[in-house]
């Protein structure tokens, strides 16, 4: 069992950068691949970006994902954001080795909102 708490969340002026954290309890984080999602109102889930070890990929070239096994925590910093970057992030949890939809994850956060004002 894996929880996951993000945080990071808040009001930007476009152009702004945030740096989103996600914390996970439980056992084995590290040998999880991580991942981010967006929900904005009246969307789908979309997928941004997952990290396996040390190798991340993203589908979103102004978001960089990281992770430090020490502190069972994944990152999401996010530049030049724009307000359609405006919606919930979530962080996940999966066994999958390379997941990039919502049901190849196995836990969730709670989500944090990401308002960015034009």
């Known amino acids: 069992q894996v929880q996951l708490i993000e945080s990071g969340g808040g009001l930007v002026q476009a152009g702004g950068s945030l740096r989103l954290s996600c914390a996970a309890s439980?056992?084995?984080?590290?040998?999880?691949?991580m991942g981010w999602f967006r929900q904005a109102p009246g969307k789908e889930r979309e997928f941004l970006a997952a990290i396996r070890w040390s190798s991340g990929y993203s589908v979103e070239g102004r978001f960089i994902i990281s992770r430090d096994n020490a502190k069972n925590t994944v990152y999401l910093c996010m530049n030049s954001l724009k307000p359609e970057d405006t919606a919930v992030y979530y962080c996940?949890?999966?066994?999958?080795?390379?997941?990039?939809?919502?049901?190849?994850?196995?836990?969730w956060g709670q989500g944090t909102q990401v308002t960015v004002s034009s």
């Open positions: 996940a949890a999966s066994t999958y080795l390379t997941p990039r939809v919502p049901h190849e994850y196995d836990y």
């Open positions: 439980g056992r084995a984080f590290s040998s999880y691949t």
